[in-house]
């Protein structure tokens, strides 16, 4: 199946080159030619296995084996066999993305992503190893070094800022097994290490190398794929409770920050998900919100640091992506992509801001107000919430009030309230005092919600990472092991 750049200054390539390469040479990102026929009707009466290996089958077509990819990929590893359940609350339903190994979202994608790659790499005929680098803020780092962990054929390096990630983070990623992980502190912040990587890539361009070098990032489209598979599941929870009938239109709201999740729930749609509208939900970085509303995308603004760090972002990528899906134009997105780098914003033209505002809704929430729904959504209903999930749940609520849909809602929960024990504890009033494990503690002696066991389990692991290098020797360090 041929996938073309959204900037179309590079040739066609089949799905298995698509994820080998993640960007496109010329800078764009790979969507379908044209969306492959898919028999959804018939995807809603599988497991949450066979619902992802119908949909990788029909978006990936030339990486062969699925079945036995995506059994590789989650069986056993997350907390139930249906992966991401969907839970009511209050009038929503909430789905959970964060019952895998490292209780964030982006396990459903991780773990996937090292099974498509050493499989389109075994299909291209590569014999060279994929070593993966990246540099991160803290969520991604762990749930890719899960991913990876002893896949034949690739290893995965991850720099993450010392200091820069918080006790919890670090104590993940230090503790990481595997004959094929590194894990790495940089001096300096996260700039600092992501500038690195960026580097090592540039630098090592055409040299011969024992390895060769990939990413593992949300560009990549064998990472976007995986996430069509829950707006199945959630669909199917809410038909087999009968809170919907076949056809009905189910609202998703979305927290946001690369525009990876969002845009994985408008391919499902294009796959014949009877999708109403998706909302988009953000943090005080509301550059998404304003585009929504405006057509006007505009990074030219300070990135404001929030308690839903995993959105704190001011050039959302996959953004690019919807702008050809709605376009056809390659043509235009290059244009508004090159506006972008040079003049640090871009207007699209009336009908694709027409096109948008049918599909999406943008909102955002600050940081009290995600404190406040955090502690009302938990005294009204007893159910606890992070603070990602709560700027989506205020999103929806806002989108209600001002629509009067009654379309079923559902919110997508990005994190365990585990991950964020500070600001959830300051949300039900409870005390933040003491180390990041004491407050995880005194979250699960208030409210009784189980911990879960991988970061309860983390404070008795031994720490296998230790190293700590100047930014200027991260080379060094990739090529050293
Ligand atoms: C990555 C992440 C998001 C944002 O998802 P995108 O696909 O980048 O839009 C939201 N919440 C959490 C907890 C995340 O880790």
Redesign the pocket.
């Known amino acids: 199946m041929d996938y073309i750049s959204t900037r179309g200054r590079s040739p066609a390539v089949d799905s298995a080159q698509a994820v080998l390469q993640g960007l496109a040479p010329d800078g764009g990102l790979y969507v379908p030619r044209v969306l492959p026929e898919f028999d959804w009707q018939q995807c809603l009466k599988l497991s949450s296995q066979q619902m992802s290996q119908a949909i990788l089958s029909a978006l990936l077509p030339d990486i062969p084996n699925m079945g036995e990819l995506v059994k590789r990929a989650y069986t056993g590893k997350f907390e139930t066999e249906e992966l991401t359940p969907t839970v009511t609350v209050g009038g929503m339903h909430v789905l959970e993305l ?1 019952r895998g190994p490292t209780s ?3 396990d459903v994608a991780l773990s996937m992503l090292p099974q498509l790659l050493t499989a389109a790499r075994e299909e291209k005929g590569i014999t060279q190893e994929i070593r993966i680098l990246t540099a991160t803020s803290g ?2 780092g762990k ?1 890719a070094l899960v991913g990876f962990q002893d896949v034949p054929g690739v290893s995965i390096c991850v720099f993450y800022p010392q200091g820069g990630v918080s006790q919890v983070q670090r104590a993940q990623m230090v503790t990481q097994e595997g004959s094929n992980v590194l894990v790495c502190a940089v001096e300096g912040n996260f700039d600092d290490a992501q500038t690195g990587v960026k580097q090592i890539f540039q630098e090592t361009q055409g040299q011969a190398l024992p390895f060769r070098l990939s990413s593992a990032n ?1 560009i990549n489209i064998g990472r976007l794929a995986p ?1 069509l598979m829950y707006y199945f599941r959630a669909y199917k929870d809410l038909l087999d409770r009968e809170v919907i009938r076949l056809g009905d239109p189910v609202d998703f709201s ?11 729930g408008f391919l499902a749609k294009k796959l014949g998900l009877p999708v109403g509208r998706l909302i988009c939900a953000s943090n005080a970085n509301n550059v998404l919100t304003d585009f929504i509303r405006t057509g006007t995308y505009d990074r030219r603004r300070p990135l404001l640091k929030t308690t ?1 760090p ?2 704190d ?1 001011l050039v ?1 990528s ?1 953004l690019e992506r919807l702008l050809y899906l709605l376009s056809g134009d390659t043509a235009l997105v290059d244009g508004l992509m090159k506006d972008l780098r040079e003049k640090g914003f871009y207007q699209v033209p009336e009908e694709l801001l027409t096109a948008i505002q049918a599909e999406f809704d943008g909102d955002f929430c600050d940081d009290a107000r995600a404190e406040e729904v955090m502690g009302r959504v938990y005294r009204d209903y007893g159910y606890l919430m ?1 603070p ?2 709560a700027s989506g749940w205020a999103a929806a609520e806002a989108y209600r009030e001002k629509t009067e849909s009654k379309n079923a809602m559902v919110v997508l929960s ?2 365990s309230p585990y ?1 964020f024990s500070t600001a959830v504890l300051t949300a039900i009033g409870g005390d933040t005092q003491g180390s990041e494990f004491e407050r995880m503690d005194r979250l699960n002696a208030i409210t009784g919600v189980p911990v879960p066991k991988p970061l309860a389990e983390l404070r008795d692991k031994p720490q296998r990472h230790t190293d700590v290098i100047p930014k200027e020797r991260m080379l060094d360090f990739v090529l050293s092991r």
């Open positions: 964060f964030a979202f982006k969520d991604t749930a949300s996430q979305v927290p946001t920050g690369n525009f990876g999740d969002i845009l994985a839903s995993s959105m972002i959302s996959n992070d990602h999930t990005t994190a991950k």
